[in-house]
């Protein structure tokens, strides 16, 4: 089969998806001003990319492809995601302006000086061939999510070139792996190992992406994957905030719409929208269809269960002091002694030794529902902490210190808000409806503490 049977095999089910794009669009017609803002940025090659601290900045037109222009090498990684592609072929899939596409064309042509779709065919191949043998190589363990994403990126070229004869050993080897992988990266109870609700979402977004693949060419199951699949959804949901926020620990951002992404791929391939209606509950009405209507392209099954756009947090991964503040204990409403950091930082993805720590479970006497925990980085301090439920009306937070010497105790909140009151020892901050306070005790107060801790 040629590159043009290819374009006919495929062609009906690429219509049938712009169609279903276009009309989601005017059916909501408040989502098409932000996309065609965004699109006319990508017209004149103008981002927002590592190095450019948040504005818009112009990488040529086209783009420079191979100049790291802001002294940063996340620049030159993140512009050749091309991610700005995707929302021309929304715009164009939305307003049908032929414009659009014909700049994803031309940008890709730019990168080839062959005949385009000549030159296309052959690139497929050497990144299939590259996909297939250098991987492996970087994560023999395929515990990394690069490694997830790029055996995905395998399948997808398995069968969407599937004349190809490379094509059987792409789909056979990229299936293997991604068992590995969900094997290798998620734990039986759904929990990714980075520890981060961002990468676990978006992981897990790769998991029912490859389920989806698996379904629409009746591919063989994987039987760990699919189990890794239903659990890290519930485990998705665990690490949302009550307000609807994820919970930005490590690289996460607060912003719902990983999370969102992921549920409506799994209602699309399982019909169980259990997980969409808990977060439509958490998120509320408005900011949960606003999110559906951001995601219709990526999870068109979002349509069918729910009749805007909100930008995650900037996110820095180049190495510096900036990265390591972000890192940091203070930065992540921890307890430190002295301003030292519990555990030494040496690199953005490596921590020094850690001492011993421990949750002691979770204790609910009928009145009280509370858990504990500590750790003794600060030796010879060990620091323990208790959370208590007080009803449904306050999360109480008590900081303990054993052994403690002359060392100056310190912990920085970060509230949701730009206002904030003091009054002596005490911080208050009161917003959606909510009020946080931080209070300084000492002496018999914090002997009770204890107590509370040692209670059965």
Known sequence: MTLRGCRAQHGAAIRERIDFFRKAVQSRPCSLPPLLRDAEYAMQGRFILPGTLGERYF???????HEVLRGDLEY???LNRMQHWETLIKAYAATGEIRYAQKVCAELADCFDEPLFASLLQS???????????PPLSWPNADHNHYLHENLGLLYAACMYDFLPESEAWCGHALRELER???????????????????HNTSLRFLCSTLELIQAHELPPLPTLTQRVENG???SIHCMRANGESVPWGDSSPPPKAAIHAAGLYYGITGDGKYLDTLRALVGETAFTAECDALLWDA??????AAGEKRPAARVFREGAERKQYKSAAFHSCLMLDGREPYEYLNRWRFGSMAAAGVGGVHDDGTLLWT???????????????????GEEALLVLDTLDGRTTETAEIFFHHNTTQLNMDGACARADFDGVSLSGK??????????LKLEDQP
């Not at 068109?300 to 269960?305: C, N, S």
């Open 76 to 78: 030159i990684c993140s």
């Open 181 to 199: 992988c969900a094997q290798n990266q998620f734990g039986e109870d759904g929990g990714q190992v980075e520890g981060c609700p961002g990468y």
């Open 372 to 390: 504990q925990g500590f750790h003794e980085n600060y030796a010879p301090v060990t620091h323990r902490r208790v959370l208590a439920l007080l």
């Open 59 to 65: 990488a040529g037109n086209p783009p420079r492809w």
């Open 300 to 305: 068109p099954a979002l349509l069918t269960y």
């Open 233 to 235: 959804m519930a485990y």
């Open 440 to 449: 300084q005790y000492c002496g018999e107060w914090a002997d009770e503490t």
């Open 124 to 134: 497929v191949k050497h990144h299939g061939r590259a996909l297939l043998e250098l």
